[in-house]
């Protein structure tokens, strides 16, 4: 009897400024000879200074992994939009109006010709009110499922009812729904009953010592005094939170998913000095 062939997916959650990409250098590695994934994505859209993308960290990210998604911060660096038009493998949510630069879809190929479909969907509960990320799934699905049977979602969204609501619809549809944009992991991971895999957010990769990465003080300031506050991100400890999700290649559906999380309370600097 053969054996279902099957592949993993490693899926990072947002990466935030300098300090998110030390630790994906650092830690990327390891997880890769344990997982031993496909597929490696990572959001990217906090990836520049904490907020938005440059060519240039673009460039460095896609020498590591093999997908960026992103979020509604992908529009808040000039370059970052410029960018979008050039890289195929760097993607902002579908649902953004079509006069946009870049897509909402990628098509992956691994080095066995397998292909994988990635879907980048914006919710809008507490968000921008741009077009319905359910229809717009509707859409982009039926597109990838004609290439293949597997389809992994990043689903960048606010309120947990909504991202949840996301897995329920597309459940038996896609191989995963992964939840990004809060940058806090939930203990949620679970195979729906169709065969979909489903996190509501898988986290970050940034400081641990912060609030979702950013520096403690200036999100304090800004809870404090009602004002808008610079986003820098935190550069103590670390925190890279991960999904691992393996797939059958046949019919689409998850066999399992999994999340990790890999802490240093203190960062390297600060323990030396």
């Known amino acids: 009897m053969n054996m279902p062939d099957k592949i993993r997916i490693l899926f990072l959650g947002d990466i935030i400024g300098r300090p998110g990409r030390k630790a ?3 830690y990327l ?17 906090n990836a520049a200074g904490g907020i938005g993308i440059t060519q240039e960290v673009g460039q460095e990210l896609l020498t590591q992994v093999h997908v960026l998604t992103s979020g509604n911060h992908i529009w808040d660096k000039r370059e970052g939009i410029a ?3 050039k890289e195929p493998r760097l993607l902002r949510p579908a649902n953004y109006p079509p006069l946009n630069p870049g897509k ?3 098509v992956f190929k691994d080095e066995k010709g ?25 859409r982009e699905v039926k597109a990838l499922r004609e290439v293949t049977s597997m389809v992994v979602v990043d689903f960048h969204a606010e309120a947990t009812s909504e991202k949840q609501a996301m897995g329920w619809y ?17 203990a949620d991971e679970r195979i729906l009953p169709q065969g979909t895999a489903y996190i509501t957010d898988i986290g970050m990769v940034g400081a641990f010592n912060s609030v979702i990465g950013i520096r403690k003080d200036r999100a304090l300031d800004r809870f404090l005094t009602a004002r808008p506050q610079r986003f820098e991100p935190a550069k103590d400890g670390i925190l890279c939170s991960v999904a691992v999700v393996e797939v059958d290649t046949e019919s689409g559906k998850a066999l399992s998913v999994e999340r990790e999380s890999i802490i240093e309370e203190e960062s390297e600097e600060r323990a030396s000095g």
């Open 83 to 85: 960018y979008l038009e």
């Open 24 to 26: 994906l250098g650092k």
């Open 170 to 186: 597309l459940d038996g549809r896609v191989s995963a729904v992964m939840g990004t944009h809060t940058h806090v992991p939930t």
């Open 104 to 106: 909402g879809t990628y």
């Open 29 to 45: 590695p390891s997880l890769i000879n344990k997982h031993t994934p496909s597929l490696v994505l990572a959001n990217a859209e």
């Open 114 to 138: 397998r292909k994988i479909g990635i879907l980048n969907l914006q919710g809008r509960v507490f968000m921008e009110p741009i077009d319905c990320p359910f229809r717009v799934a509707d």
